[in-house]
Structure formats: C-alpha cells, structure tokens
C-alpha cells in the first residue's frame, strides 16, 4: 500500500524552509527519500532505518518515528536547485530480512522562486 | 563516475508490438528493479533481482510483461504486445543490497515508452 505524503505541493522564496511528511499504515523497515527534477530519474537523499533516526545531507534532513510509522524531510534554507519532486519509498518489515523493495509515495512538488 | 544505463532511451512503436528494453547496472551492484513511471500511478515497481534471480514480479501484468537477467551486466524488460496503457518512463535501478544500510536504489535515465 502505497505511503501518503503531504503536502502534494509547496511553493518557496529562496531562503525558506520546508517540512514533507510521509505516513504508512504498515510497519516499517526503513524509509528512503528520492529528489526528481523534471526531465531526469530519481536520486537519493538519505535513507533512515532505526525509529527515531535522524539524518543530514547539507540542509536536508530527515527522521524517522517508528511508532507511529512516519517519516519527515526537512529542507532549510532553502536553495533554487532544492526544486524538484521529493519521493519518500517505503519498506514494509517482512521478517528479519529486506531486500529494499521500496513502495513510493505519490510526491511533493517544491518550487523555490529567487 | 558509475551509471546505470537504460537503452533505449526513448521508443515509440505501434500496438501490438513487442518492446525490449535494457539496463546495464552499475558494476558490482547485485539487486536490479525495474519501475514504471506515469502521471497518474507514480513511480511503481514491476520487478527486482538480487543476484540476478528474481524475487518480486507481482507488480508486473503477467500475460505481457517479461523480465530477465540473462547475466550480472544486462536486465532486460519485455513487453508482448504492448498497449496504449503501457506508454510511461520505466525506469532500471540498481544498488548494492549487502546491508541495509547499503540500499539505495541508484535510478537510470529511463526509457520513455510511447504506444500508439
């Protein structure tokens, strides 16, 4: 089942920040966040695999709520090249074992204007 | 700098055609997935490998879709006879998959498939 992410959009000044959620309703292993710009394939951000894990890549972060099976991505500061698609993936547990199979949501439009 | 790379990179053919698509994974990477852009569905898996066996095709429509790892350099997506339904941006992933920390997907340029 595919995970909910809010909002569906978001439009910036240059400097600006941004929170994305991403919602499952099952049980998760790990969540993982894409960036897709227009015309081009899927990049990776970060993954996050412990509940209550917290991650940086410049001025994107994210974490990660376990329990109540969550996900959030958080832009500061935000930059024109930050604008884009932003996926989060996520994989349901299955025992001990993952294979990374990833179910996307359906994205969050950020536009960052100068 | 290591790729994924997708050929070819656009195809446009007739119903009832059949489309081969390819994907050479980024050397040593041993999980390839095949996904399905559209409007509409967003980004859907259709198919992974680890070690070039199959896992997971249940995403696939079975009487046309075919997927294949004929050996650790080419993946290989089939379509039998395509459909108007079938037009998308598939896109090749592949990623290392030792550890879980280790499995990010690294995404090819897709192929953007039009049925007409």
């Known amino acids: 089942q595919q995970p909910v992410q809010s909002p569906q959009a978001v439009i910036l000044r240059e400097g600006e920040d941004a929170v994305i959620n991403c919602s499952s309703s099952?049980?998760?292993?790990?969540v993982h966040w894409y960036r897709q710009k227009h015309g081009e394939a899927p990049v990776f951000l970060m993954i996050?695999?412990?509940?209550?894990e917290q991650k940086g890549h410049e001025k994107i972060s994210a974490s990660f709520n376990e329990k109540k099976q969550q996900s959030s991505l958080y832009l500061t500061a935000s930059q024109l090249s930050y604008s884009g698609t932003y996926f989060c993936?996520?994989?349901?547990?299955?025992?001990?074992?993952?294979?990374?199979?990833?179910?996307f949501g359906q994205g969050t439009i950020l536009t960052v204007h100068p | 700098d290591a790729r994924v790379t997708q050929t070819p990179r656009h195809k446009v053919t007739e119903m009832g055609q059949e489309v081969t698509m390819r994907c050479q994974p980024i050397?040593?990477?041993?999980?390839v997935f095949w996904y399905r852009q559209t409007m509409m569905q967003g980004l859907e898996l259709l198919a992974y490998?680890?070690?070039?066996?199959?896992?997971?095709d249940s995403g696939m429509p079975k009487d046309r879709f075919s997927a294949e790892m004929p050996d650790a350099t080419l993946a290989t997506l089939k379509i039998q006879p395509s459909e108007p339904r079938d037009s998308a941006v598939y896109f090749c992933?592949?990623?290392?998959?030792?550890?879980?920390?280790?499995?990010?997907?690294?995404f090819g340029p897709g192929t953007r498939l039009t049925v007409t």
């Open positions: 996050l695999l412990k509940g209550g």
């Open positions: 992933a592949s990623g290392l998959g030792i550890t879980p920390s280790s499995y990010e997907q690294y």
């Open positions: 993936g996520t994989e349901a547990r299955a025992g001990g074992t993952s294979y990374g199979k990833l179910t």
């Open positions: 490998f680890r070690n070039r066996a199959p896992l997971d």
């Open positions: 050397l040593g990477h041993n999980t």
């Open positions: 099952k049980a998760l292993y790990s």
